[in-house]
């Protein structure tokens, strides 16, 4: 088993930045990958980026891409998601999620782990 746990997150201005971090636990050697997603209310969970836990390969939702920043800390097994220009449509709780497969990883039934998500609120 893997547990994840986010941190982070809040209010901000649109404009402005915030960063969520993400610490593993458990059986962390059999991640593949990280995940993050997000969830605004009343909408399907998303998307938002993605990054090998080895080799740090990264991938982000077109949403995003350019504006947010996903790293990871192999010695702390912690991921971090930047997030830059934040825009009010980026209001949601955001989840972590991990992934022992390197296939599909912008599918959130790819992840067999979540953690408890973190609300990221973004006002006009």
């Known amino acids: 088993q893997v547990q994840l746990v986010e941190s982070g997150g809040g209010l901000v201005q649109a404009g402005g930045s915030l960063s969520v971090s993400c610490a593993a636990s458990g059986r962390t050697f059999s991640i593949y990958g990280m995940g993050w997603f997000r969830q605004a209310p009343g909408k399907e969970r998303e998307f938002v980026a993605y990054?090998?836990?080895?080799?740090?390969?990264?991938a982000y939702a077109d949403s995003v891409k350019g504006r947010f920043t996903i790293s990871r800390d192999n010695a702390r097994n912690t991921v971090y998601l930047q997030m830059n220009s934040l825009k009010p449509e980026d209001t949601a709780v955001y989840y972590c999620a991990a992934t022992k497969s390197g296939s599909t990883w912008s599918l959130a039934a790819s992840y067999a782990y979540w953690g408890q998500g973190t609300q990221v609120t973004v006002s006009s």
């Open positions: 990054i090998t836990w080895i080799s740090s390969g990264t």
